[in-house]
């Protein structure tokens, strides 16, 4: 994977296919300390105790339709190949909690990637799905909480293609901002 906007996309994806019905998506960026941590936590069915560190290896995979599961455990090398950390924690039945943090200025460091791109993929394939998405950028932070757009809307589907593309050139908007601090 290209950037971590993708690993993102594909560890949410898996709590989806978990029962995830909210997903928190957390990229926080500390310039100061040469940090950028990364955090997915879903409300999902969570995995087994003795599954945690089966799930960080690419040849172990609970999918059916291929034989090695790559989400997890490329991130888990993304983080480590530029000194970072990597976290998993999960409760059977009530989520799963996925942490990273990178050193920001490091060589190897993946670049974050078209988040406006990995949200508007996730809403529009997972309608019934809460997202909520926060960035950080030392003080200056955005979020979009797709509660909140609902509850605006009244009744319009959030995959309209004119939600979607107000919902883009939002974040787009929010994370130039950001980006540009």
Partial sequence: MEDLS?????????S???????????VEEDTGKDLLGLEIKDNGKGIDNDMIEAVTDPFFTT??????????PLLKQAAEGCEGTFSLRSDKGKGT?????????????????DMAATMIVLIAGNPETDFVFSYRKDELSYRLDTREIREELAGI??????????????????LSKEAAG
């Fill in 6 to 14: 993708l690993h993102i996309l594909d560890i949410v994806e898996n």
């Fill in 16 to 26: 989806v296919a978990a029962g995830a019905t909210t997903v928190e998506i957390t």
């Fill in 63 to 72: 999918k059916t339709v291929r034989r090695v599961g790559l989400g997890l």
């Fill in 97 to 113: 909690t996925v942490s990273v943090g990178l050193r920001r200025s490091h060589i190897d460091r993946k670049p974050l990637g």
């Fill in 157 to 174: 589907p959030i995959t309209s293609p004119e939600v979607l593309r107000i919902i883009r050139e939002d974040m787009e908007r929010g």
